[in-house]
């Protein structure tokens, strides 16, 4: 997380191999478990506007080659904090980010 002169906050991806993107840019998500799918897409791997009840969806390289995702939701920004939830998805490549036992 970084702050920018203006006090905004911003996810910045600092890992080798890792970026992240909105889940869409266009509107905030209801809840993490709204987040269920990874697009594939090019990760941005500059900092990103963390933004009250917006979605991000992290991908990140492993030493087998094979990508792993992960999503957040922003629920709170402050002037020093921020409070998200967050999940990550623990199989290698699948792009898809369901809580068990979900249905659509």
Known sequence: ??????G???????RAGTGVEYYDAT?????????DF???QT?????IQ???GYGYV??????????RYGALRVTHVGQTFLILDWAFQTDP????LMVTGKTK
Do not use: K
């Not at 490549?93 to 898809?96: D, S, Y």
């Open 1 to 6: 997380m970084d702050r920018d002169p203006n």
């Open 8 to 14: 905004d906050l911003f996810l910045t991806p600092i």
């Open 27 to 35: 509107a905030p998500v209801e809840d993490l478990t709204s987040v």
């Open 38 to 40: 990874a697009p594939d």
């Open 43 to 47: 990760y941005r791997t500059t900092p």
């Open 50 to 52: 963390a933004v009250p």
């Open 58 to 67: 992290f991908q990140m390289s492993a030493a087998d080659g094979i990508p």
């Open 93 to 96: 490549g699948n792009p898809e």
